[in-house]
């Protein structure tokens, strides 16, 4: 069986299921995917999203804004504490960093992170991280607000061995998506293959970053499967054992 640790349901592309939100989650249990983690991008759509996944039980939610959206309502630590309350919400995110994306003075975006990690701190729930060409400045911020303390996850690990040792120090653990079925992905193979057995998951990020060989099309959580493989390729170890090890990985963590 295996997790979806990370994936935006709510933007998913449901033609191939005739618009029907069930018949695409029907697909997913005949692909032996047992449990999905649904994350939060901003809190105008939130509503929505958590009406889409109600009533499916091997469907988990995040709450949060994600670091690229600009022009939205920023969430006070005391509104993420209240959202992130319900047993469902089982993390804080997706939060972090982009200077890829953002640009100017982004001292929002520095806030914005610091205040997620207080509410997950308050809410002693976990933190899906986002980080784009930002590492050094989300490693500083995870320390000066005490992150370390509900640890989470580097969600899409795009970076290189050495900041995901960095990453691993302060109680993160290391999420591969896609990207590293990807060819030219030297850096991240490389993580795939080092990160211990007991600290690496697996995601999609769909409908974002599409594995080979579905690569620059739309994604499905049903796809994981393929960044399974890739990993025990690369760790040469048999599929079932990345499988088992990444959902034993997602539950010690959430
Ligand atoms: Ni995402």
Redesign the pocket.
Known sequence: MLIDS?C?LDRIDLKPYQNDFACFMHEAEVSQIEHLLC?AIDLESYPAMLDLVAGFQQISVTVGVHPNVQDCKDPTVDELVVLGKPDNVIGIG?TGLDYFRSEGDLSWQHQRFRNHISAAKKLKKPLII?TREAKNDTLRILKEEGAEEVGGVI??FTEDWEFAQKALDINFYISFSGIVTFKNATAIKEAAKKVPADRFLIET?SP?LAPVPFRGRPNYPTYVRYVAEQIAELRGAPVNKIAELSTKNFYDLF
């Open positions: 990370h935006h994350i997706e986002h969600h899409c990020d974002y």
